[in-house]
């Protein structure tokens, strides 16, 4: 299978079909996000969330962001994926590209993340190799995670950011947590396509993560307003898990007869 390229994504945006992007971490979610015909993965730095029990994204590094981006690629054919730069891997534009350079040689990444007007560092990565912008809430640096462009003052601030992330070379922006107006006015003016999540429903697509797509947070964990649980994959998970261990207390797995292997006629008086 071919995977999808930047023109696919831009072709879609000018038709107005919406763009389908999930996070994935791993060889199995990307083999699904595959089956499932998703236009992108992003591997996001909400691993540190999802996967690591980590409170903040800032909490993780390229060593572990490359580990998950090799185990998502290997399990990758048709989508077109993002890696997310984690914190401090793209301070100064030197360190951006090196570690841009690694995202895409030893992450196998078709494109890279970074959050916020980082100008100077996205242009410097778009000429390597193409770089999805972020603005919005950054959580990477946010202190509060409150929805933005509320007040025109911070809509027209917002416009005028995606369109500098534009001129900077992004080829697509994510909007996180930008109301939706303000959203579907970035999504006119820009030639990129925007994705967004808790941006409303104007953007040219949509993002979620993995474990809010399926429900496999914890009962008690809070979810957030925008998302939306396609799934109840903690229950589910939790019954398999829970009926398991009762079939080991109960006996009745392994079933002597078909969950076992035997010994070859006669080997066992041999033997003993
Ligand atoms: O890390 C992540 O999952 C993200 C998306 C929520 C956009 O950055
Ligand atoms: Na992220």
Redesign the pocket.
Request: avoid cysteine; glycine fraction near 8%.
């Given at each position: 299978v071919k995977s999808l390229k930047m023109r696919d994504l831009l072709r879609k945006k000018k038709e107005r079909r919406k763009i389908t992007v999930i996070?994935a971490y791993d060889f199995i979610g990307a083999q699904v996000a595959n089956s499932a015909m998703l236009d992108c993965i992003?591997v996001?730095?909400?691993l540190a969330n999802v996967v690591l029990g980590h409170a903040r994204?800032n909490q993780i590094g390229m060593d572990e962001m490359l580990y998950h981006c090799k185990s998502v690629t290997r399990g990758n054919s048709r989508c077109f994926v993002i890696g997310?730069m984690p914190f401090g891997s793209y301070s100064t534009v030197d360190r951006a590209v090196q570690n841009a350079i690694r995202f895409v040689n030893e992450g196998g990444v078709a494109a890279v993340k970074i959050e916020g007007p980082m100008y100077e560092q996205i242009k410097a990565v778009s000429q390597l190799t193409p770089v999805v912008g972020?603005t919005g809430v950054l959580p990477q640096t946010a202190e509060n995670f409150l929805a933005r462009g509320k007040t025109a003052k911070d809509a027209q601030y917002l416009v005028e950011e995606a369109q500098a992330l534009e001129a900077a070379g992004c080829c697509m922006i994510?909007l996180?947590k930008v109301c939706s107006e303000v959203a579907e006015e970035i999504s006119r003016r820009l030639t990129i396509p925007t994705i967004g999540?808790g941006a409303g429903p104007h953007c040219d697509g949509q993002?979620l993560?993995w474990h809010d797509v399926l429900g496999l947070q914890s009962p008690g964990s809070l979810s957030l307003k925008f998302v939306r649980r396609f799934g109840d994959g903690w229950r589910q998970t939790a019954k398999a898990v829970e009926e398991y261990a009762t079939a080991v207390e109960r006996e009745t797995f392994p079933h002597p007869q078909h969950n076992s292997f035997l010994m070859d006629p006669g080997e066992r008086d041999a033997f003993i």
């Open positions: 996070t992003l996001g730095d909400s994204t997310d972020h994510v996180e999540i993002v993560v």
